[in-house]
């Protein structure tokens, strides 16, 4: 790309100052400034040029191979056991049953609470009910065919409200109802005694796999002095170790987690390494050698989590001029077979409790009620999946906008004109929004780049045999920065060397969002060193500070600010030393593009290397550990009123569609997106995010669900489970609005998750704006979109 066109682009990042854009694209450079460049990537040719090693690239010699024996069954008692031939089986190293878990017979990111390997009793069609392992994964196969178990089954149940009902079949002891939750604010008998206009819908989503390219890779191995070190693709480093330690009943400090380069997760390689790390770490644990479990694509989409399936009712009031009175929603959340990131992790962390607080959406609401309920199933179990509880809401809280528009007979972008939050705005939890609230620049920037006011007035037919139709659609989102519990925070480390070359310590992982590079930008702006001159260490637990999960969109945000807190340390005994050697005042010496200047006499510099020489050889700090966790959360149990999140992001999307009305065939022709992320470190990277999280909500909107018929899944391999291929992708027009956020460094928020959240609805909206056929219940595929086009012409007659 030019020189030219790259300044184009960067004129798309738009703040609420009034620019001189002619400016801002010529004016010169005060000087070098890492942050806010889009700097390729630091792992970008490694990938294209395909010499990044992933775990399936790694040396297998001297690696037993790990396989699971899984339940037939999606619930049953386990009667016996019978392991015999499969012991006797040449290669076969171990066969290990539930009482061979050396400590805690249970995993689970929040709860313990699915068996590493099921001694009674199964929950769903993926249970391990058995672990091998052999010199070969032939050897392996063989073993788990030889394993004879006998179940006595049970009375299934796969809906979550069946699942509260007093005769339901308990999946748990404890029952089958994991989590109830509510949230409460205003009056809602007067919310909707002063409604003009209400509505009532039921909305309904599906089990959705993270179908990320790379299958799943766990290695376990045992070392001399009795620590094991656990290697694998993975988000959640800290996790993985102390689920890992526990099973095997050994201290903390007896296990290494070490991630190795990931090749997509989504959220869902914060469940499956905690999984294969356990079992493959008792697998090491017996057998004294190293243990790979690999997983085959059908294994994966047999036995990981999923994102969760909800029912979502709603009940919405507003007046005569389109101002929200009155919401109220209900929420059937279905865990599965286990807790997995499901439950409440006080006071708002987990994915139920964000779905309950998203719910209502960016709107300003003066009576609100929620009632949420998650409930245990014999499906697979929800996890992490990008958003985290909130895609789900989304589909709801927009469609229902836009049927509330329909029934005033108001413009869809003037009911959200005219309810959605701006600053000092409340939300539905009692929240005041007192900083970085960009909403209504989103929605303004994308109505213009749309083109929205023409296109409204041109939807309908396209083609001369009026079998075409086109529709456009809009949807706004809102997501937090942070996960909203009592312990969110990150630790980073800074070192910097005499020769002033960097090395950078952080436990949050790269899964392809780009942190790798992000993190390394905030370090070389903080110190005033050059990009090239950071090198960010590979996340390893005995080497890196706790950091939390890389998941929440909370990676730039708190690790960013650890960072900056880190650096400083290090950069005050390198100015001293600088003041010292210049003989000028500390506070007048800036540190930039490897040099240490005087602001008043810029001719007056050193060399960062030779100041860093010289701290090295006076014995002065060149070391630095930052620590920063975000303002505290608050979220009362009863009420729901609080603050659960210190920051949010904006975003508004609009999509154009082309519906067959023949076929039920949907065609997303044009697309714009634009996001207020507070500040873009890297625009570029920002505009990945952004165009990769609008392919995923097209793939839920249109073809992306895992099928299930008893508790069984139809459709476990990639063959049969639809994603969005580039040929279903439009060109999309990311626009980056900054509106600062006060506690975030250099005024950045998170962006990872935010993306796909509106493309769902947006895409939904457009197709019902084009036809006239509303799908409520995913995806909208063409046999879903006919039958929606159907009924909406019987309505007409």
């Given at each position: 790309m030019s020189k030219e066109s790259d300044d184009r682009r960067e004129v798309k990042v738009l703040t609420r100052e009034k620019l001189d854009l002619r400016q801002l694209v010529k004016a010169p450079e005060v000087g070098p400034s890492v942050v806010g460049r889009s700097i390729v990537r630091t792992d970008a040719m490694l990938k294209v040029t395909g010499r990044l090693d992933f775990g399936a690239d790694y040396l297998q010699d001297g690696f037993l191979h790990g396989k699971i024996l899984r339940s037939s069954h999606p619930h049953a008692l386990i009667k016996s056991i019978n392991t015999k031939k499969a012991k006797e089986l040449p290669g076969v190293a171990a066969v290990l049953t539930a009482e061979s878990v050396p400590g805690r017979?249970?995993?689970?990111?929040?709860?313990?609470?699915?068996?590493?390997?099921?001694?009674?009793?199964?929950?769903?069609?993926?249970?391990?009910?058995?672990?091998?392992?052999?010199?070969?994964e032939k050897i392996a196969h063989q073993a788990l065919e030889l394993i004879e178990?006998?179940?006595?089954?049970?009375?299934?149940?796969?809906?979550?409200?069946?699942?509260?009902?007093?005769?339901?079949?308990?999946?748990?002891?404890?029952?089958?109802?994991?989590?109830?939750?509510?949230?409460?604010?205003?009056?809602?008998?007067?919310?909707?005694?002063?409604?003009?206009?209400?509505?009532?819908?039921?909305?309904?989503?599906?089990?959705?796999?993270?179908?990320?390219?790379?299958?799943?890779?766990?290695?376990?191995?045992?070392?001399?002095?009795g620590t094991m070190l656990v290697e694998g693709p993975m988000q959640a480093?800290?996790?993985?170790?102390r689920n890992v330690n526990a099973v095997l009943g050994v201290p903390i400090n007896k296990v290494r987690v070490r991630q190795i380069p990931m090749g997509g997760g989504f959220g869902g390689k914060e469940d499956s390494p905690i999984d294969l790390g356990c079992r493959a770490a008792v697998l090491a644990y017996h057998t004294r050698r190293p243990v790979r479990i690999a997983l085959?694509?059908?294994?994966?989409?047999?036995?990981?989590?999923?994102?969760?399936?909800?029912?979502?009712?709603?009940?919405?009031?507003?007046?005569?001029?389109?101002?929200?009175?009155?919401?109220?929603?209900?929420?059937?959340?279905?865990?599965g077979a286990y807790a997995s990131m499901g439950p409440v992790i006080p006071p708002a962390g987990g994915s139920h409790i964000h779905a309950m607080v998203m719910m209502p959406g960016p709107y300003e609401i003066p009576n609100v009620k929620v009632d949420a309920y998650l409930c245990y199933t014999n499906h697979p179990y929800g996890g992490a999946m990008r958003g985290f509880g909130a895609p789900q809401v989304h589909v709801a809280h927009e469609q229902i906008m836009d049927e509330l528009a329909e029934a005033l007979n108001i413009?869809?972008?003037?009911?959200?004109?005219?309810?959605?939050?701006?600053?000092?705005?409340?939300?539905?939890?009692?929240?005041?929004?007192?900083?970085?609230?960009?909403?209504?620049?989103?929605?303004?920037?994308?109505?213009?780049?749309?083109?929205?006011?023409?296109?409204?007035?041109?939807?309908?037919?396209?083609?001369?045999?009026?079998?075409?139709?086109?529709?456009?659609g809009i949807g706004l989102g809102w997501y937090r920065t942070s996960i909203g519990t009592n312990n969110d925070a990150c630790g980073a480390n800074v070192y910097v060397h005499e020769d002033g070359s960097v090395l950078l310590y952080t436990g949050i992982t790269e899964m392809g969002q780009g942190s790798f590079t992000v993190l390394p930008q905030i370090c070389a702006e903080e110190l005033g060193v050059r990009m090239e001159?950071?090198?960010?260490?590979?996340?390893?637990?005995?080497?890196?500070?706790?950091?939390?999960?890389?998941?929440?969109?909370?990676?730039?945000?708190?690790?960013?600010?650890?960072?900056?807190?880190?650096?400083?340390?290090?950069?005050?005994?390198i100015l001293e030393m600088a003041s010292e050697m210049l003989m000028v005042p500390m506070d007048r010496l800036e540190s930039r593009d490897r040099r240490i200047y005087d602001r008043d006499n810029s001719g007056k510099s050193l060399e960062f290397r030779e100041v860093a020489a010289r701290c090295m050889a006076k014995g002065k700090r060149l070391i630095g550990q930052g620590w920063w966790a975000p303002p505290p959360p608050t979220l009362d149990p009863e009420t729901g009123q609080g603050n659960p999140y210190f920051v949010y992001t904006y975003s508004t999307h609009m999509a154009e569609v082309v519906v067959d009305m023949e076929t039920g065939e949907v065609e997303v022709t044009d697309y714009v997106a634009a996001f207020d992320v507070g500040k873009a470190i890297n625009p570029k990277a920002v505009e990945g995010q952004i165009e990769g999280g609008v392919a995923m909500g097209l793939g839920y909107a249109l073809m992306e669900e895992v099928a299930l018929e008893g508790g069984y899944i139809q459709n476990l391999n990639l063959k049969n489970y639809l994603i969005p291929t580039s040929l279903d992708v439009p060109d999309i027009e990311p626009i980056i609005v900054e509106v600062e956020n006060r506690f975030g460094p250099y005024g950045a928020k998170g962006i990872g998750e935010m993306p796909n959240l509106p493309a769902t609805p947006a895409i939904l909206n457009a197709i019902a704006n084009a036809c006239g056929g509303r799908v409520r219940t995913l995806p909208a595929d063409p046999e879903r979109v006919f039958w929606a086009i159907k009924e909406a012409e019987r309505a007409v007659r």
């Open positions: 017979n249970g995993f689970g990111a929040i709860i313990p609470d699915q068996p590493v390997i099921c001694g009674d009793k199964v929950r769903f069609v993926g249970d391990a009910v058995a672990l091998v392992a052999a010199e070969t178990v006998e179940y006595d089954p049970l009375p299934p149940v796969f809906d979550p409200r069946e699942a509260l009902k007093e005769d339901a079949p308990k999946i748990h002891e404890k029952g089958n109802l994991l989590s109830y939750n509510k949230l409460r604010k205003g009056d809602m008998e007067k919310g909707f005694a002063q409604a003009d206009v209400i509505l009532e819908r039921t909305y309904q989503v599906p089990f959705l796999d993270h179908a990320y390219l790379e299958p799943d890779i766990c290695m376990a191995i045992p070392k001399a002095d480093p800290f996790t993985v170790r085959e694509r059908e294994e994966i989409t047999l036995q990981t989590s999923k994102r969760h399936p909800m029912i979502m009712q709603i009940k919405i009031g507003a007046k005569k001029d389109g101002t929200l009175v009155a919401f109220e929603g209900v929420i059937y959340d279905e865990q413009n869809p972008i003037d009911i959200r004109r005219k309810n959605g939050f701006r600053e000092d705005s409340a939300t539905a939890t009692g929240q005041v929004l007192e900083q970085s609230v960009g909403l209504h620049d989103t929605l303004e920037v994308c109505t213009r780049a749309f083109d929205w006011d023409r296109r409204y007035q041109e939807t309908g037919y396209v083609d001369e045999g009026k079998t075409k139709r086109r529709g456009i001159d950071v090198r960010l260490v590979q996340p390893d637990t005995d080497v890196v500070p706790e950091s939390g999960p890389t998941v929440g969109s909370r990676s730039t945000t708190l690790m960013g600010n650890a960072i900056i807190l880190a650096a400083r340390q290090v950069k005050e005994s």
